[in-house]
């Protein structure tokens, strides 16, 4: 059988699960005549072909270095650890075995249907942690479930938990592989977690009775691994959350786009080439769409993919010109026609649009002045300039936008039908960001962009669940607000890493109202005090620190060991990130009384 893994960059561990792939391969009988062997001889089995070479590799450390009987027997008296065990914990493995107990729940009903167990180990071996139900009845198994047995392979001979702490790299046994005959009815599999000094956070582990699914299990196993290096929101512990954050960064591109750069896609690319089929023939354009779609934006687009990219595009927003410079503004006017600074006389949008675009924005606001004079002036192609005598002939292309629906202004009579059916020689319509099939493209270039602006963007990392919320939100603002909120985000959260508590709050209400699991999330779990540190702003990774590091001291009464523990961080760190945020002049035992 054959595992397809999608493997993400980041996780270097994981890599090695690729190569792990190949040796699965191996003939079930071979490591039957392989142990058979070796429990006579008392020696490893030289042939390669035999056993796997990881296997005969554990094997001769099982014999020599650990020098561990063969048969029945475990060392039983190292199965329990008699010191006490919660302090000897890592606080990594700590938050892993929290994250296991948040993700628990959602694989229950699967481990007890494939009857599998999972298992969560520290660097040594020492089980923290048992999702599912011991489907196993013999008292060997029962006892190695209870916490803190031991699953090194010292003790236990190789297995796919031990060895997988001992290579640090994932690996699997199945049966007869398994040096220890108690576990010979069991595949084991394992897959080390390491931080970023190379050193084991914990070992996640399956145990089935069912040995042909070792594959299935190693798969399975692997997506888990994926699944707790990625998904962020899956610990409620703002302290453990940041802290395995940090080892997941969105990634910037290598090439991130340029400041002005456009999020150009086969749908966008699709509707520019109609466009410059229109501007091949002249044909006027009415583009629509909601506001913030990119109507101005697309039509800078498709100037620069059009036959007249050389020539001038002129705009005129038409809610905006006065009743009485409407005349001058389109046409100009001649020298002399005022008194005073005009008098050198100005060229009007027209003239200055001639073998190139005039692009009549928010056409559906303009006055009815304005469109008497303009229909008059796209009937002919002609205008006189003001105080002028002899007409002008030019040659434009009309383009038109509008985020208003024309056909009801003209039902209603605010805009002329006959200008209307001018304008409208074919229309090109934005949809609104929602529903765009380029919606994630455009979300993560945007993103790109803006991270690329910040001083040190290689160092930024992304909470994956901000992503999240970004692609889940209705955007009525469309592109604007994308680019609005992304801005507000990136540029006022911390230096490093950007967390939900970075989105704006208007953003978060917004998105609450269409979907309101996400307003749980992210406001409730935000504490009143911890909001009126800034109001009106969402709280940054650094005040939820604070609060964290706040609300432990508090806790504990100002004792700093105890406190660390708490926060699952050590008392060094605690005391410089004290320092940091000046808490050293407070007294919490004072607090602590006073609540
Ligand atoms: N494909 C794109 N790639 C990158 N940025 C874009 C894209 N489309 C639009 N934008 C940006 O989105 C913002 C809004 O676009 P634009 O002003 O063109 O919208 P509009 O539809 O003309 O809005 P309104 O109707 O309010 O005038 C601008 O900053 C624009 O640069």
């Known amino acids: 059988m054959d595992i397809a893994l999608h493997l993400p960059h980041n996780v270097k561990i994981i890599k090695e699960a690729c190569a792990f792939k190949p040796t699965l391969e191996f003939e079930v009988d071979r490591p039957i005549q392989a142990w058979r062997w070796m429990a006579q001889t008392r020696c490893v089995p030289d042939h390669a072909d035999w056993v796997r070479p990881e296997v005969s590799e554990s094997w001769r450390r099982c014999l020599e270095d650990y020098q561990l009987p063969l048969g029945n027997y475990a060392r039983w008296d190292h199965l329990r650890f008699i010191s006490d065990p919660e302090l000897l914990i890592s606080p990594d493995a700590q938050s892993i075995s929290e994250m296991l107990s948040h993700l628990g729940h959602q694989f229950d009903v699967f481990l007890k249907e494939a009857g599998v167990m999972l298992v969560l180990t520290d660097a040594e071996g020492r089980l923290l942690q048992v ?11 029962l006892s190695l479930y209870e916490k803190h047995s031991r699953w090194s392979e010292a003790v236990l001979g190789n297995n796919g938990i031990g060895t997988a702490a001992q290579l640090k790299k994932p690996i699997a046994f199945q049966g007869m592989e398994h040096f220890l005959s108690l576990l010979h009815p069991f595949t084991t599999v394992g897959y080390p977690l390491l931080d970023q000094h190379n050193n084991i956070s914990a070992v996640i582990g399956l145990i089935s009775d069912r040995q042909e699914s070792m594959n299935s299990l190693f ?3 692997h997506l888990l691994c994926v699944l707790l290096n990625t998904n962020l929101p899956l610990t409620q512990s703002p302290v453990a959350q940041a802290r395995v954050l940090e080892k997941i960064p969105f990634k910037l591109a290598k090439k991130p786009p ?3 750069e456009s999020a150009i896609s086969e749908q966008l690319t699709a509707l520019v080439a109609k466009a410059v089929k229109l501007q091949n023939h002249k044909i006027p354009m009415l583009i629509t769409g909601e506001s913030g779609v990119g109507k101005d934006h697309f039509v800078n687009l498709l100037k620069n993919a059009g036959p007249r990219k050389n020539q001038p595009l002129i705009a005129i927003n038409c809610a905006s010109i006065p009743h009485d410079l409407i005349e001058s503004e389109l046409f100009g006017y001649e020298a002399g026609s005022f008194t005073g600074a005009r008098n050198a006389g100005k060229p009007g949008k027209f003239l200055l649009a001639d073998k190139g ?3 009549l924005d928010e056409i559906g606001d303009m006055s009815l002045d304005l469109q008497s004079t303009l229909l008059r002036v796209l009937e ?13 002939k030019v040659d434009v292309q009309i383009v038109a936008a509008t985020n208003v629906p024309l056909l009801e202004a003209v039902e209603a009579g605010r805009f002329r039908r006959d200008l209307y059916y001018r304008l409208n020689g074919a229309q090109i319509h934005l949809p609104p960001l929602r529903e765009r099939d380029d919606k994630l493209g455009i979300i993560h270039h945007i993103l790109q962009r803006e991270l690329a602006n910040l001083p040190n963007p290689q160092a930024i990392r992304i909470c994956p669940s901000v992503i999240t919320l970004i692609e889940q939100h209705p955007w009525p603002g469309n592109i604007r607000q994308l680019i609005n909120v992304i801005r507000a985000t990136v540029y006022t959260a911390g230096d490093t890493l950007i967390t939900r508590q970075d989105l704006p709050l208007d953003f978060v209400e917004e998105l ?6 996400i307003d749980n999330i992210a406001l409730d779990n935000i504490p009143p005090y911890a909001l009126s540190v800034v109001p009106g702003r969402a709280m940054t990774l650094e005040d939820w620190e604070l609060y964290g590091i706040k609300a432990s001291l508090r806790e504990c009464g100002g004792n700093i060991s105890l406190a660390a523990k708490n926060l699952g961080i050590t008392r060094t760190t605690l005391y410089r990130k004290i320092e940091r945020f000046g808490l050293d002049k407070i007294d919490w035992r004072e607090h602590s009384q006073a609540g």
């Not at 999702?131 to 198994?141: I, K």
């Not at 609450?512 to 699991?517: D, E, H, I, Q, S």
């Open 131 to 141: 999702l599912g139900e011991n489907p196993f009845a013999s008292p060997f198994m």
């Open 219 to 221: 798969a399975f196993l």
């Open 258 to 260: 340029s400041q002005h």
């Open 357 to 359: 675009i005039l692009f």
């Open 380 to 392: 002919t192609s002609e205008f006189t300039p003001v105080g002028g005598s002899k007409p002008i």
């Open 512 to 517: 609450a109202k269409v979907v309101p699991a």
